[in-house]
């Protein structure tokens, strides 16, 4: 069984005990402080499981800011999986199989630590009392626990505090193996995923810089290409604000300033009965304004079908009049063309671009079959990364269902698992 399998029977196993009515508990269950767990549960205190310790003091003699030979054992600032890693130690103070919790900024993040290493200040270290799956201990910490600070001034979080709290746990540390080792499957399959969706989006990054530059041509094709200014190319126009017709039932969705991600996709939400300036299949819309750091000015989004989108105000609409207009949107998108634009960007508060910097912008371009075909390559990858996306978006909901019916016992695993 995969690990994607394993972690989805792990759920589905059981779920028809799940409670059918929440006000009355189910046979083999109790009601506690804690909610309803199985009877053979038990509710116990963070401090009564576990020491808890606070960080020390960073001793830079020992210090290093990347691992060597000589200093091997990392050092945590916080309990964040990747911003954590402070550098690395000489000596390490704690042993394995511990849990570190934030103690100031993002208060009461656990994250589980498997190896020896050191802690600074800003955080907790929970170190077993007697045999305990520790995996286990971090996810309830994150996904059951409230803390409730006591501390004025700045928000901390001290060891008598989150001491006090308590965490249901199962009665042997088999139990709790194994609904470690079930999340640790879903984890496993996230991070899966998120390298798989980072490798393509490295690759269309590749495939942009290679094909959108005439750098490097797709078989078959070898015609020169054309310099042209996107005045040139396209019709542009511009429109109103559509505040005023916002229309929670409406039949178009309003494009506006935002409406473009930073990565050229269409984001939409607000709807409007009001028909005027509808867009039309293959127009770009570009935002000519940014309230941020200028991110989304210059990016272009593609209009994928026609009478579904009026356009708004602070945006762009930009018609190819020959071209294929998918093609056109990767182009001015990529590096070399955004990047001119940006450089033509105005205005401090708010800042724009102005329409003028956008008709002078020159494009350079292959005959429309290389075109169609460029594009064709880039979509599919685009495709790809989107429906790993999906998946990776399942994928982490299934696990929050995983933890709150794990964590309180409402699925119990398998015996065989679970042995």
Known sequence: MGVRDSATAVYQVGSESAYAHEDKVPRGYKRTEVGVIPEDWGVHSLGSICGITAGGDLVKAGFSSAVDPSCPYPIYSNALANDGLYGYSRSWQYGPCCVTVTARGDIGHASYRASRFCAIGRLLVLAPKYPLDMRVISEAINNVVNFALESTGVPQLTAPQIAKNVIPLPPTKAEQEAIAEALGDADALIESLQQLIAKKRAIKQGAMQALLTGRQHLPGFWEGWQRKKI???????????????????????????????????????????????????????MPKDDIGGGNI??????????????????VYALRAMSGDPRFFAYLINGYETNHALRSKVGGSAQLGLSQQAVREQEIYFPPLAEQTAIATVLFDIDAEIEALEARLAKTRALKAGMMQALLTGRIRLPLDRAA
């Open 231 to 285: 005045d040139d190319v396209f019709q542009m126009r511009i429109a109103g604000s559509k505040a005023q017709f916002i229309n929670n039932g409406g039949a178009y969705y309003i494009v506006d300033m935002g409406s473009v991600s930073r990565d050229g996709h269409l984001i939409v939400s607000k709807v409007t009965d009001h028909d005027r300036d509808r867009l039309m299949e293959g127009e770009l819309v």
């Open 297 to 314: 000015i210059g990016k272009v989004a593609y209009i994928d079908a026609s009478n579904r989108y009026v356009l708004g105000d602070h």
